[in-house]
């Protein structure tokens, strides 16, 4: 039973057609690379994956399971969780704090809820431990490099037991050696039996993880085959046209 | 598996990002305040008196427990232009009330709801309608100073009905010899440091100064964090509002006027980014005394006053050039 599957997904912005009758499927332990020109509709399909928007029609199924959230509270509840580039952590705080924002542990001091810093410590150290990331709790994000960030904002989906991980764009902005820092971090997560949408513009970050790609040219879904039976040339001909589908 | 040095690595990073806290500013704030009182105990001999120095202490409380409600507006990416119009108006709302014959308790709680009010106003406005924090409350500032003249007919009063020498006790008098209102901050400010770094209400106001894009998409109650970090800036004016008209023993409705400048400038001389997501109740405090002491020095130096402004100018664009200074060198 696949992980998620979206069926004949469409999204209307007024009078613009953002998405077209969408259906895929991930399983677990499986990434799938979306790739499409800017305006296909990938961050708006996430957008409804994580419960940002609402179809105007189509199903989506969580573990078989017919979902239908109203709120991104109510996807996360279904282990859905988006990893934002730059938009989802303060650079002011600790890793560790970034990793627990809004659900930080709290322990009794003297009849006084008080933050359980020790706790978030050690969860964060051992969530980067299993990312294998040289990432440590109490740096302060603002001086981190985007690899590290990454694992941060990763942390806080595996803390949070996500099934899907959606990233849009993670490996935008940031240096070559962080990008196989980013690339590791997404091999990791596939192992643990996570299912990972990969949004993203360079076609060799989403060859070097993807086991499946799916092309987006004008909110159609016009390819989804495996990567080892495609090529960059094909899926560029598939973003551009020059290929109608595959 | 974490050895025991990097684990007390961490640990003592960790306490850097507690003193991070107290970052560098504050603490030079603090030693240039020490120096300034230094000198000026050498070269006048009417600082280091018993009565100038009850009354540096007395003055600087005033401005520093209104600069802790400020530190934690300017924390969460916020700016409160309102608290000087809130302390004329809490000090009038007790005197009116005190002075028809309400017990000092009951006009004291009314005062104070009276400022939270303000808050809440102030708060709804930015968080719910979405209004920029400094237009709002700048609108406040000319709408409260207005009520407190309508509340009182802009009359002088100074008389405060039964408990009259009860307020004039609470603002002006003092326990061990340190007046009243420096206890008052001392609690705040304590208090204050605990819940900024302890509680989630206290981090989650860093949260939202640092990244409000971030705090929405965790869940946090942006709003209602809002909506209650004005309530208490509005509230701490509120007290200051209070004890100030028990200090003076009078109150008129230019009570306060231009005192949200020496407030902002304490909390931001003390360390807090008006870009938000930094500073602290001691770097507000440790601001606020500076600033009392160049006042009282210029006062002992026979220095005109009206170099004041000139100074505390100055020292706000300094202690923001200071930031610049270190946001470049760290991003370096
Ligand atoms: N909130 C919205 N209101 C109206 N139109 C929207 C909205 N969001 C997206 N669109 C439109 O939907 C289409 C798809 O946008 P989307 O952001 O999903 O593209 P994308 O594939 O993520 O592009 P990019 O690569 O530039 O990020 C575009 O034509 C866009 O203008
Ligand atoms: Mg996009």
């Known amino acids: 039973m696949s992980r998620l599957r979206v069926a004949g997904i469409s999204k209307n912005f007024g009078a613009i057609r953002a998405l077209e009758g969408v259906s895929f499927e991930v399983e677990p332990g499986q990434v799938l690379g979306l790739m499409g020109d800017n305006g296909a509709g990938k961050s708006t399909l996430v957008k409804i994956v994580a419960g940002n928007y609402r179809p105007s029609s189509g199903d989506l199924f969580v573990d078989g399971a017919k979902v239908d959230y109203h709120k991104p509270i109510d996807a996360q509840r279904e282990g859905v969780e988006v990893v934002y580039q730059d938009l989802a952590l303060c650079d002011n705080l600790s890793a560790a704090s970034n990793v627990f924002l809004g659900r930080e542990p709290r322990k009794n001091f003297a009849g006084f809820k008080i933050i359980d810093y020790a706790q978030m410590r050690k969860r964060s150290a051992e969530l980067f431990a299993q990312l294998k990331s040289e990432t440590r709790p109490c740096d302060l994000v603002r001086k981190m490099s985007g690899g590290q960030r990454q694992a941060v904002a990763i942390s806080r989906t595996l803390l949070a037991n996500a099934k899907i991980v959606m990233m849009d764009e993670p490996t935008a902005a940031i240096s070559v050696r962080q990008v196989s820092e980013v690339l590791d971090l997404i091999k990791r997560l596939r192992d643990q039996g996570l299912s990972i949408i990969l949004i993203s513009h360079r076609m060799p970050d989403v060859f070097a993880v993807a086991d499946n790609i799916a092309v987006l040219r004008r909110g159609r879904l016009v390819a989804n085959k495996p990567a080892n039976q495609s090529s960059p040339e094909e899926v560029t001909g598939l973003i551009t046209g020059a290929i109608q589908a595959a | 598996m974490m050895t025991a040095i990097e684990h007390a690595i961490d640990q003592s990073q960790h306490s850097n990002l507690l003193s991070r806290a107290m970052n560098f500013q504050a603490f030079w704030v603090l030693i240039a305040a020490l120096l300034a009182c230094l000198t000026l105990s050498l070269v006048t001999d009417t600082f280091a008196t018993e009565r100038n120095l009850f009354n540096v202490a007395r003055n600087f409380a005033f401005v520093a427990v209104i600069a802790v409600g400020m530190t934690t507006v300017i924390a969460s990416g916020g700016i409160d232009l309102s608290v000087g119009s809130t302390v004329v108006l809490t000090a009038m709302v007790i005197s009116v009330m005190m002075y028809n014959g309400n017990p000092f308790w009951i006009s004291a ?97 860093f949260a939202v100064g640092g990244n409000e894009q971030a705090a929405v998409m965790t869940g946090i109650p942006v709003n209602r964090l809002k909506v209650s970090v004005y309530m208490f800036s509005a509230f701490t004016a509120g007290i200051a509002g209070i004890l100030m008209a028990g200090w003076l023993g009078s109150v008129t409705t230019n009570l306060g006027q231009a005192m949200e400048l020496t407030v902002i400038a304490a909390a931001v001389i003390g360390g807090a980014n008006l870009a938000g997501g930094e500073g602290t109740p001691l770097g507000a405090v440790v601001g606020a005394l500076l600033i009392e002491v160049i006042r009282n020095s210029l006062i002992l130096l026979g220095i005109s006053s009206f170099w004041q402004g000139m100074f505390i100018g100055c020292f706000i664009i300094i202690a923001v050039g200071f930031d610049r200074l270190r946001k470049l060198k760290s991003t370096d």
């Open chain 2, 109 to 205: 709680i009314a005062a104070l709801s009276a400022s939270l009010l303000v808050g809440f106003i102030n708060g709804v406005l930015i968080a719910y309608v979405g209004m920029p924090p400094f237009v709002v409350t700048l609108g406040m500032l000319s709408a409260a100073r207005s009520a407190a003249m309508v509340l009182s007919d802009n009359k002088m009063i100074w008389e405060f009905g039964p408990d009259h020498d009860l307020l004039l006790a609470i603002g002006g008098g003092s326990i061990f010899g340190v007046p009243n209102p420096l206890y008052v901050l001392l609690v705040l400010a304590i208090v204050m440091t605990v819940v900024f770094k302890w509680t989630r209400w206290g981090q989650h106001i």
